[in-house]
Every structure is written in structure tokens, then in C-alpha cells.
């Protein structure tokens, strides 16, 4: 038997429902990729109408959700918006969404519940959930499924409760925690790159690589989120939950199939696996600076201490990565916007060609964005010379081979997902939980005022001197984007 489908979306007059899941759920809709029948509940404190939410809902779909908008698809769609008022931390304003959802639900109805509302809430809002008994399976074979957006949770502690809470109301199979960087395509395609080829796997180890680099570098200052970042920093808004996923995506071992549970299982053996840090490695492998300006945004505390760029150096204890440095960094006003990942390959054991410089081993980059591809840097002989090298680059690019308009935005996918019940793409809980432990005393140091100092460095740079240095301890040094398509000539 079909049931219909109902959407509820707290904090349906904010942000991130304007701007990112509304003209997400329309594009599934356009793509014919929503269960039919189905139902959209925004629920939010605006004293607004259904009608007035339809009118706000299109503006903001006919702004953000790209060409496939057009009015005669809106008017279909829209028909399925219906708008509830109420702060949804107070228990009367359950039982005015339970009286709505029985009006409008045509009968047994599934239900996905997205808290896309600031963290404070969570935790009153699902135990709510509980108590009108909003999100218990009934036997029949309708399913309540609760999408939590990011962070979750301020640090290890707090993830823990929220975790305890949720499970007190929900079990995990009903919970869908968000980190969008997982619904990238090209964040997916590391997966596919991996175990979809042959050729790299058997390399992917500590016999032929000599290091990996992740980063996460933004154009954007802090903008008017001082409010949010200044009790949060770089280590809590990317690397906790991006960069922790980046990192446990690359490192792991195959997974026995693509299913969420054989997935996590892996990525949660690879988390882990990480050595944590003393107080004592803290202060070698961690670097953190601040953007210099940062002290005048709007809403920063004087003298805050807040990183808004991090770099750390990771070690794995398992047999695949043992000795092989994973270097991490992510930074807020930056000179570029650049997610990627770089596998820096051991160099060859004996170089037979006479140089006057020392040739490095290979580099692979999976760019995750904004240039979406694969870049393999070798070495090849100079033309018309005895044996000269030089450094060449094979690409992949998205644009060229699938173009542009093929990449959907990360909510579309997640919703989708959540809405067939994947969680391949969600973290689980234990996930959630390593990611803090590795990441928590790191955050705990610094805030305790421990060394490294904070480093400043000038907006628009690559970051503080201080990074380069701590590669450069190594011997090693960071890739850029404009390595690659400026390869310096020997
Ligand atoms: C968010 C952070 O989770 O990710 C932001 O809160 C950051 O500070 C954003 O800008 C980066 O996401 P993306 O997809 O633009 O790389």
C-alpha cells in the first residue's frame, strides 16, 4: 500500500530552508524524485498564513532553486506547502501540529521531521517529538525519520547527550545526522575512485605514499556569524565534521558493500584508528592562526582568541597508514576558495635521469571543488632534450565530460536519501562521537591558552607563515590550487 509522504520542517522561515531545502524538495519534485502523495508542513515562529508562506517559498525557489523553476511547475508544487506558527520548544504547540497533520495528512502518512534550527532546540524539540508520540513507529509499515542538522553537539559531552537524548525517543536508524560535505559528487567519487578502479587501491598505503594533504580553504571572512563562530572556530565549523569525513573517507578500508551500515562500520575502524594527542604533540603537530581584521567584526570579543585557520598533522596506528602524516588545514579569508585532496606519492627509488633539481614522487588530487576533478601530476621528458624532466598533469574535470548542470546540490541528495531510508551518506552516531574525541583535546588546549600561540595572517594570503613552516619541518610543503596549473618549470 502507498502512503503519503509529510516533510516537516522546523525553522521553515530561516536561511537554510529559503535557501537550501525548499529549492532542494522543488527540484526533486521537477525531477519527479518525491514519494507521491506528499506533504511540505513548514513550521516557524513568523505569524504567517500558508498562503503567505507559498508567497515567501516562491521567492525564495524561483531565487535559488536554478533554471528548472517555472511558474505552472510552482503552482503544482506549492499545493502541497502548508504553513504551522509556534516556537516548537512548548509542548501546546505539539498538539496544534498534531491536530494540523491530522487534518491534512490523508490518512497513514510518513513522516520526515528536518530541525533545520539553531542546536540549541534540538534536544527539547525531539524530546517532544517523543512525548506526543509524533515519531513512534506504529508496526504498520509507515516510517518517522528525524534529519538533524550540524553541529551536533559542541564537543564530545554534549554529542554524547544529544546522542543519549535521541535515542531515549528515536532509535538510530531513525536519525539522520547532516554533514553536506558528504553529498558532494565529487566527495561520493572518492569512493567511486578508489574501489570502482583497480590501479590506485593497491598503492593507497605506506609503501608508495609519502603523505596526504586535506584542505578546506574559504574566500569568505566570518562575515555577520560572529554570534555562531566566535564559540565555535575553525575546529568546530570544518574540521570536527568535514574534514574528520574527508579524512576517514580516504583513509578507510574497502567496505563489504555500499550499504550505510558497511560504510560507517569502515569509517568508524579508520576514526578510530587515530593517534591521539598529548598536550605535549599538540603544541608540535597543530598550528592555529586568526585572519588579522577578525578582532573588528561585528560581535567579536575583544582580544578574542577565536582560530579562524587550523593546520594539524594526524597520525594513523594501523597497518595500512603507519608512519604517514596526514596534513589538514581550513581557513576563513583565504586568497581562494579550494576544497581538494592531495596524495603525495613516495618519489622513484633511484632517479636514473640526471636533474638539477630533486624529483618528487607523484601527486594525485581529487579537487572537490569548486574545480570539481582529478589531477594526476607526473613526470615526462622535455622534447628535443636528452633526458630533461619536467612536471605534466593528466585531468579530469566534471565540466568536460558530464557538464555543469549535472551536479546537484548536496541538500537534494540528502533529502532524497533520507527519503528512501539511505544513510550512506549520514554520519552514525559512534562516527560523530570519534570525530570530537580526536578533535576535542585539540579545542581544549587551545582554549586553556596552551601553546601553539595564535598566529595571525593577512586576508587573502594561503594563511600564517607558521603553516608553511610546520611543513616545511618535514621537508614537505603545501599544494595549492595554482600548483597545478602553473607547474613550475625546472
Ligand atoms: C559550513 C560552515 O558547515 O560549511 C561554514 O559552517 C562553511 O562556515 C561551510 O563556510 C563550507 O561549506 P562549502 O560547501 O561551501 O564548502
Redesign the pocket.
Known sequence: MTHSTSIIIYGASGDLNNRKLMPALYNLFVKERLPLPFTLIGLGRHGWSTADFRTAMRESVSRYAGRVYDDAGWETFSQALHYVQGDFTERADYDHLLQRLTEIEPGSANRLFHLAMPPRFYEAIIQHLGETGLVQESGDDTWRRVIIE??FGHDLPSARRLNQTSHQVLREHQIYRI???LA?ETVQNIMVFRFGNSIFEPLWNRNFIDHVQIS?M?T?D?GR?AG??ES?GVLR??FQ??LMQLLSIVAMEPPSSRQAEALRNEKVKALAAVRSCTAQEIRRHTVRAQYRGYLDEEGVAAGSQTATFAALRLFFDNWRWQGVPFFLRSG?ALAE?L?EITIQFKPAPVMLFAQNRQVPGNTLTLT??PDEGIHLRMEAKTPDTIADLQPVNMHFHYDDNFGEAQIPE?YERLLFDALKGDASLFARDDEVELSWKIIDPIIQAWEAGEDPPLAVYDKGSWGPVEADAFLAEDGRAWFNGSDRHHIVQP
Open positions: 550540524k553541529p554533514d553536506h560535505y558532494k578546506a574559504e569568505v566570518i556569524r555562531y563562530y565555535a565549523d570544518m565534521n568535514h576563513k576558495k576544497t572537490i571543488q548536496a
